[in-house]
């Protein structure tokens, strides 16, 4: 499946990620760094907008990260689409739209890079010392992006959270909410969410249900339409500056404006943050 596909006689492009992240060694499926990057590099300066639509459970770290510069140092337009989940590495990439859409029903997933290592105990604590760097540029990308304090996503990567569509928008995870209906499926087993640890229930029972097939979905189909999210209570209502959308610099260093002016209104963050410190004491 061609997962870039160009029309408006180039200017225009959506890029499908509804894979793993990274290449899969067992079934050679799986959004590469090195296919977008020569996916970008042949759509050309040409290329003035482009749509990222993710579907995707996560993968490799530095797949992830390299996707993520590929996207910023291109000079069109991109608008992320979240359409199912964006979770681990996935939610890296999604931090590289100048705006982010999520569906009403997916998620976003943020948590602590894993591996393994083969070797002594000083193997092992290279290996830790490796991961927790990782971690720490995931947080660096979700601090430059969001709305977040730096000190709060680092207990919510170190937790693992999951975060709806209004709450992605009180974090500043994402711009809008698009009213959808049943998240699409990807080329993935569904059911490879369920190897994180706090999967919400909700997910975990409506997954627990499916078969273990990966079921293939053609995801080009009729556009859910787009509407802007109401803000959460207590959030500042925020009207975006104009800026040229042809000028990559001005608008991030907009967008770099923007955050600061919606730092100043942490009230329904803090509550999200608040209610999440709330339910780990419980679990």
């Known amino acids: 499946m061609d997962i870039l596909t160009l029309s408006n006689g180039g200017k225009s492009g959506e890029l499908l990620i509804y894979e793993d992240i990274g290449e899969n060694w067992w079934t050679g499926g799986g959004v590469s760094a090195v296919l977008v990057h020569k996916l970008l590099k042949d759509a050309g300066d040409k290329l003035e907008e482009l749509t990222v639509r993710i579907n995707s459970p996560g993968g490799v770290v530095t797949d992830g990260s390299a996707i993520y510069n590929a996207l910023n140092r291109h000079k069109a337009r991109v608008i992320v689409e979240i359409d199912g989940i964006a979770a681990s590495a996935a939610s890296v990439i999604a931090m590289a739209g100048d705006e982010i859409r999520i569906a009403k029903n997916a998620l976003i997933m943020i948590h602590e890079a894993s591996g393994g290592t083969w070797g002594d105990a000083a193997d092992h604590e290279k290996t830790a010392g490796v991961l927790r760097r990782m971690s720490n540029a995931a947080i660096d990308i979700y601090a430059a992006r969001t709305t977040t304090p730096r000190e709060t996503l680092v207990e919510w990567v170190r937790d693992e959270t999951w975060l709806s569509a209004d ?81 990559k610099k001005t608008s991030r260093a907009a967008t770099s404006a923007q955050t600061q002016e919606r730092r100043r209104a942490p009230g329904a963050l803090a509550e999200l943050a608040a209610s999440r410190g709330r339910a780990r004491l419980g679990r």
């Open 167 to 247: 709450e992605a928008i009180a974090a500043g995870f994402a711009t809008h909410v698009i009213a959808a209906k049943e998240p699409p499926k990807g080329a993935w087993n569904p059911k490879a969410v369920l190897k994180y640890k706090h999967v919400p229930q909700s997910l975990t029972a409506r997954l627990s249900a499916l078969g273990d097939e990966s079921v293939k979905y053609d995801p080009r189909g009729p556009r859910p339409s787009l509407e802007s999210a109401p803000p959460l209570e207590r959030l500042k209502p925020h009207t975006p500056a104009p800026v040229d959308k042809n000028d």
